[in-house]
């Protein structure tokens, strides 16, 4: 969760998916977790909770809103400030 939510926080200000509410890099992420814990239910024929508890679920998802906004804050200060001393030497 956590490289996920900062490899799409990274790539959010250019919206690699398209400018809808929907195409936003958050929503296909989560949209990716969804998929991959039905992917999960299916390979082991049992409820996802029994696997894992609910708690490490709305963990999991809280580290990949926060890794999501650093990796956006990433993107827009630290790598913005570093391409413009790039571009002016």
Do not use: K
Not at 20 to 49: K, N, Q, T, Y
């Amino acid at each position: 969760m956590l490289l996920g939510g900062l490899a799409f926080g990274i790539n959010a200000d250019r919206r690699p998916f398209g400018n809808d509410m929907l195409a936003h890099p958050l929503i296909i992420f989560f949209a990716l977790v969804a998929a991959g814990l039905l992917v999960l239910r299916a390979a082991l024929r049992r409820p996802v909770p029994e696997v894992l508890p609910e708690r490490t679920l709305l963990a999991g998802c809280a580290i990949g809103i926060a890794a999501y906004l650093a990796g956006n804050w990433l993107a827009s200060n630290i790598f913005h400030a570093a391409m413009l001393t790039l571009h002016q030497g």
